[in-house]
């Protein structure tokens, strides 16, 4: 197999946003071509690697490169967020998924919680840009985990920040921050919220009492993006669908939130087993760089 970067998908820029996050600048010129908001890509490091998928944040069709944003909370997003500009990917197949069905409602609310705001950044992006009046809210634990605020403000016409301990923004949850946003504009007309399932669930929740309807992106365990593995298949209006297929967004009433929580769960300790050991390796070789 040739085995150069010209026939991989090198880094062409890396940031850290937060101790934990990192934000990539990778050279894939068809992804690039071809993206629409919502869209994503499974990644594989190396050609025995995981494939795992990520939403694509923004592209550029002339440079052939695409934007990538990594939480390490697990082996492979460990492992990828310890590479460096230079290095390149195995894979990065895309662009899969549907792209976010971009209408003209008026008023909005786009909710991102975590890393999700990532995932939340290009369609709050393509809602402005078909004439709606975004209002958005991006929430994490603490302050060092709120990403992309700035571009999230600049295509907003308001935007409200919270954090769980306080330590910036407004202190509570991003329901707390909706439920004054919605009581400030009974215009808005749908509710776009990207993060933790449970998360996702609150908003929706809060939204339907409200008689407002909420758009979800599921975060699911996933393989190949094809449809062809099963492992994304999520309960919606009691019937089987495919989140990489299918989705990866739905109207949230449909949901079954329970069934999905417990799907993502079922693979907690091998996950927890593989973590340790990436993280063995990864300590090990820092500490030969180090001497």
């Not at 934990?20 to 869209?39: D, E, L, Q, T, Y």
């Not at 990644?43 to 690697?49: M, P």
């Not at 490169?65 to 310890?82: D, E, H």
Request: net charge negative; proline share 4%.
């Amino acid at each position: 197999m040739d085995d150069t970067l010209e026939s991989r998908f090198p880094i062409l820029g890396k940031w850290t946003l937060a101790p934990s996050i990192a934000r990539f600048r990778i050279r894939a010129p068809f992804v690039a071509r071809k993206h629409k908001a919502g869209n994503f890509v499974i990644v594989r490091l190396d050609e025995t690697g995981e494939r795992i998928p990520l939403t694509v944040v923004e592209s550029d069709p002339i440079e052939g490169s695409i934007t990538l944003i990594v939480q390490a909370v697990g082996k492979t997003t460990k492992a990828l967020c310890a590479m460096q500009v230079g290095e390149a990917l195995s894979d990065v197949v895309g662009p899969l998924g549907n792209p976010t069905p971009v209408e003209r409602h008026g008023a909005v609310a786009c909710v991102g919680g975590g890393v999700g705001t990532a995932e939340l950044f290009p369609i709050a992006c393509a809602l402005r840009d078909a004439g709606n009046t975004v209002h958005a809210i991006v929430g994490a634990r603490t302050r060092d985990l709120i990403v992309l605020e700035q571009e999230m403000r600049e295509c907003s016409a308001t935007l409200a920040v919270t954090t769980d301990d306080g330590s910036y923004g407004r202190k509570g949850l991003v329901t707390d921050a909706l439920t004054s946003l919605l009581d400030e504009h009974p215009e808005i007309a749908v509710v776009y919220a990207i993060g933790p399932l449970v998360m996702m669930r609150a908003v929706a929740d809060l939204a339907a009492k409200r008689g407002v309807k909420t758009i979800v992106s599921l975060n699911t365990i996933m393989i190949d993006g094809t449809g062809m593995c099963g492992g994304c298949r999520v309960t919606i209006d009691g019937k089987t669908k495919f989140a990489c297929v299918d989705g990866p967004e739905f109207e949230a009433a449909g949901v079954d939130f329970d069934e999905l929580i417990a799907r993502n769960r079922s693979y907690l300790d091998m996950e927890r087993i593989a973590d340790e050991r990436c993280s063995c390796k990864l300590a090990a070789a820092s500490g030969e760089r180090s001497r």
